[in-house]
């Protein structure tokens, strides 16, 4: 799947996580901010990836600011994300889910 | 406690009073017409009908934020205010946001993924999201292998005449490769885009020089917001350290400029305290020159303010002196728009 925009998911309160996505050209590039960042970047960054390569996506721009979010909102959010960049948030593909 | 949050109308004068009242008990002090006009929209964030936060947006602007400090959870209250603003700016399809704040609020707004642009004693510029100034440079850069002269020139160029045709010419005879930044700031008698082709086509004959927008980099740093300066004494060096930072710091550096070409301004007390700031902030790095602007024989300077004078006084066949050929077409064939324009009382006088 192609990123078709930009797009935004989550919020900056405590426990969520935000992640803004668009089109890129150099593989799959996450910049992270969070407090945790030192413990849980690379879990964090790997949750995101692998939600994406579900999609098929592999040329995507993320900016994700983490406010403690356990990996099922990570990857709910990251969703989310998706499917506004593709504009797929009407047909939801469950396989990749 | 429920917080939720609220649109404010700041026309309705209870809203406004209430908003006003918060932000003076936090300091902020600064109502003027030409910080508070600009705002779209204000959310408040209320415990039942206790305000405990606020935040307002002015474009894609983050202003007046506000968090009450008797209350608990001011750092909660704070990410509340700007998520809900930055959603409200996401719904409209803007994915790109700037703040500019006092230097102690910095590290709160990088926890929420704001980057630092440039900060000054005064204040500090910040930008989130995307196209980021990143992106930016990325487009325009012209090569990778740095070349041994690079120049830049900064220019609002409303319209592009003699004057700035002199001083390009003069950085494209002293150097390898030339930046021409044309201000974006859509606020002149001639609009942006009208303002960068006239630039592009006077400058053609120049292959060393590329013609650029200034983008949301390089802006009429006059409109900085500045509402929670403490004195209203710092306002000039507070908005054109900033500026020259941003230039220093991102486009010099990215671009690998070396000199900075300034047309002289005896005219403008602004621009002259401007061009003596831009000085110290960039040398020794960044040489900056400046060249003498041109007058006539008969003692008239070249400025673009002289030249919408005259289309203003209707005088278009004096300006053959003023404007190269490529303007001055424009000029002619737009000339029932542009007195359109100052009819409607668009300001003719200023840079």
């Known amino acids: ?97 | 406690m429920v917080r939720k949050a609220k649109e404010l109308n700041l026309k309705n004068n209870e809203d406004f009073a209430l908003w006003k009242n918060f932000l003076e008990n936090v300091g902020i002090n600064n109502f003027s017409e030409e910080e508070v006009n600009q705002v779209d929209l204000t959310i408040g964030i209320f415990d039942k009908q206790k305000l405990l936060a606020t935040g307002s947006l002015a474009g894609n602007i983050l202003k007046y934020i506000a968090v009450s400090a008797d209350s608990i959870g001011t750092g909660s209250n704070f990410n509340l205010i700007v998520s809900e603003l930055i959603g409200k700016l996401a719904l409209k399809g803007i994915f790109h946001t700037f703040v500019f704040t006092k230097p102690k609020y910095v590290t709160s707004f990088q926890h929420l993924g704001f980057k630092k642009l440039a900060v000054t004693e005064f204040g500090a510029v910040l930008e989130r999201g995307f196209p980021d100034i990143s992106t930016y440079l990325a487009d325009i850069k012209q090569t990778e292998n740095p070349v041994k002269k690079t120049a830049a020139i900064v220019m609002n160029a409303n319209p592009f005449t003699l004057g700035h045709k002199f001083l390009v010419e003069q950085a494209s005879q002293e150097n390898d490769l030339v930046y021409v930044f044309v201000v974006a700031t859509n606020a002149g008698l001639f609009a942006t885009d009208e303002r960068l082709k006239l630039v592009k086509q006077g400058t053609q004959h120049l292959s060393n020089v590329k013609v650029v927008s200034g983008g949301s980099y390089m802006v009429s740093y006059a409109t900085f917001p500045a509402y929670f300066l403490d004195s209203p004494n710092d306002l000039i060096e507070y908005q054109t350290t900033l500026d020259a930072l941003v230039f220093k710091n991102w486009i010099a550096n990215y671009l690998h400029i070396n000199t900075r070409y300034l047309g002289s301004e005896p005219l403008s007390r602004t621009t002259s305290i401007y061009n003596k700031i831009l000085k110290k902030v960039l040398t020794p790095e960044i040489s900056v020159k400046i060249i003498n602007r041109r007058q006539l024989l008969n003692g008239e300077v070249i400025s673009a303010s002289n030249v919408r004078k005259k289309i203003a006084q209707n005088k278009l066949n004096e300006l053959n002196e003023l404007v190269p050929e490529t303007t001055l077409k424009f000029i002619r064939e737009n000339a029932a728009i542009l007195k359109l324009r100052i009819k409607k009382g668009m300001k003719i006088r200023g840079n």
Do not use: H, P, Y
């Open chain 1, 1 to 97: 799947m192609e990123i078709k925009k930009t797009a935004l998911a989550g919020t900056l309160e405590s426990s969520d996580i935000q992640i803004l996505i668009t089109k890129g050209t150099k593989g799959i590039e996450i910049e992270l901010e969070s407090d945790v960042k030192k413990q849980f970047g690379d879990q964090i960054c790997q949750a995101i990836s692998e939600t994406l390569k579900g999609f098929g996506i592999s040329q995507a721009k993320i900016k994700a600011v983490d406010k403690g979010a356990l990996d099922c909102v990570i990857k709910a959010r990251t969703i989310a994300a998706i499917q506004r960049a593709t504009n797929a948030s009407e047909e939801l593909d469950w396989r990749a889910i």
